[in-house]
């Protein structure tokens, strides 16, 4: 690979994180119910390092690090304005004296992926500092020949790791220059590969000095994702989608891969990352197996609105961070 690319740009900096409303810009989102497209409105406005690093910053600060040193989070990956607060209660639990290697998995949205893939880059810039994606790592997991190569186009246009590259940034910013970051696009895995993956992945798990970021939204209600699934035994409707996440949430700090599988049969909730999760959940049960005990606990819930009735539409997004006792 003597001709690769060196950098992947912050292709979704001025229009997935932002700070102003002044105009917008249409991104077209894989609607994660059963294929197909749909168009979703994002606030448009460039913002640069300075104005996003205090963005961050007043997130952060408005959480409490109570699940600290965190070995793994989960966090939304929808524009800031969206879930930018939610996803600083994850972050908040990130250890950057521990931290070493940060293995993000995140959700293939637009290219039909069965494996999982690795970048073709060696950095990945955002609006903060650059970030370097560890060679001898992604050499170990390329031999294993389980892996696909991700192209720069495809890259660029997924959202599902770049959305946690600036808050990673920010989390080790007092230690910018001694981690590295570990990028992998998590296909439409099966159960099967989800325990093969995990199994692989468990030995990583394991180290104190490794943080791994699973990146996901939760419900996507409405007509335009194509699911509208609603208890009215729970009131409103945004109130039966709450339950019916809390009910996955539940099950994910339960650490039970089996059972999340089941409730994702049962209720086909539109979780866009339940492939990553799957993976983490996996990984963490290979090493239970092994004797290490763990704990993994959602630390923030929201909605980017209040469905009300048929036309309305909403995503969901929870921040929850594992913990190694």
């Excluded at 749909?38 to 109570?66: D, K």
């Excluded at 959602?298 to 921040?319: E, I, T």
Aim: hydrophobic share 35%.
């Amino acid at each position: 690979m003597s001709n690769r690319v060196l950098c992947r740009e912050a292709s979704h900096a001025g229009s997935w994180y932002t700070a102003s409303d002044a105009s917008s810009k249409i991104l077209c989102c894989k609607n994660n119910s059963g294929g197909g497209h749909v168009l979703l409105r994002f606030a448009f406005g460039y913002i640069h390092g300075p104005q996003l690093s205090a963005q961050l910053e007043g997130w952060l600060s408005q959480v409490q690090s109570t699940k600290r040193p965190a070995r793994a989070i989960i966090a939304p990956h929808a524009g800031y304005t969206y879930c930018g607060s939610c996803a600083a209660h994850a972050y908040k639990q990130v250890d950057p004296t521990v931290t070493r290697k940060i293995f993000i998995l995140g959700p293939s949205h637009h290219v039909p992926l069965s494996r999982c893939a690795l970048s073709s880059v060696e950095i990945y810039r955002t609006p903060l500092y650059d970030l370097r994606i560890d060679q001898k790592i992604y050499g170990e997991l390329w031999k294993t020949g389980m892996f696909e190569r991700m192209s720069l186009q495809t890259d660029e246009d997924e959202h599902s790791i770049e959305m946690h590259l600036p808050y990673t940034a920010k989390a080790m910013e007092s230690h910018k220059d001694e981690f590295t970051i570990v990028p992998v696009l998590v296909g439409a895995l099966s159960e099967s590969k989800e325990q093969e993956f995990g199994k692989l992945f468990s030995k990583y798990l394991a180290d104190p000095s490794n943080l791994f970021v699973v990146s996901s939204d939760f419900c996507h209600w409405g007509q335009r994702f194509r699911y509208s699934y609603y208890d009215e035994s729970q009131g409103e409707i945004f109130r039966s989608i709450e339950h019916l996440d809390k009910m996955g949430m539940s099950i994910i700090e339960q650490l039970d891969p089996v059972s999340f599988s089941n409730y994702l049969k049962k209720y086909h909730n539109t979780i866009c990352g339940r492939h990553p999760i799957g993976v983490l959940l996996n990984a963490i049960t290979e090493l239970q197996k092994n004797g290490m005990n763990m704990s993994f606990s959602f630390l923030n819930y929201a909605q980017s609105s209040q469905c009300r009735n048929w036309q309305d539409s909403s995503v969901s997004y929870a921040a929850g961070a594992l913990m190694v006792h």
